[in-house]
Nanobody, 115 residues
Framework: QGQLVESGGGLVQTGGSLRLSCVAS????????MGWYRQAPGKERELVAN???????NYADSVTGRFAISKNKVGNTVYLQMNSLKPEDTGVYYC?????????WGQGTQVTVSS
């Protein structure tokens, strides 16, 4: 229903960078945290990074030092800066918001890293 709208995916070569954005609509109230998950073909969805409303961040070991998650002051927009991309970073990236009334998910944006 478009409550989380993602953008910024695409095709990039190994070593390149991409920046993902996710905007939560007004229908998503009481956001406590936002984050990014990814799902590679044939694999389960996994956490990439998340950020709590107070700014505390958490990263998967595989992306630490290469990815950076941030949010706007209002707390309804989250960004994922992805640097030094590798082919194993390829997958569909989903935005998630943990809110007062439950969890919300975006529809996903494809990230493809060519070798």
């Amino acid at each position: 229903q478009g409550q989380l709208v993602e953008s910024g995916g695409g095709l990039v070569q190994t070593g390149g960078s991409l920046r993902l954005s996710c905007v939560a609509s007004r229908a998503v109230s009481g956001i406590k945290a936002m984050g990014w998950y990814r799902q590679a073909p044939g694999k389960e969805r996994e956490l990439v990074a998340n950020i709590v409303i107070n700014g505390i961040t958490n990263y998967a070991d595989s992306v630490t030092g290469r990815f950076a998650i941030s949010k706007n002051k209002v707390g309804n927009t989250v960004y994922l800066q992805m640097n030094s991309l590798k082919p194993e970073d390829t997958g569909v990236y989903y935005c998630q918001a943990k809110a007062a009334w439950g969890d919300y998910w975006g529809q996903g944006t494809q990230v493809t890293v060519s070798s």
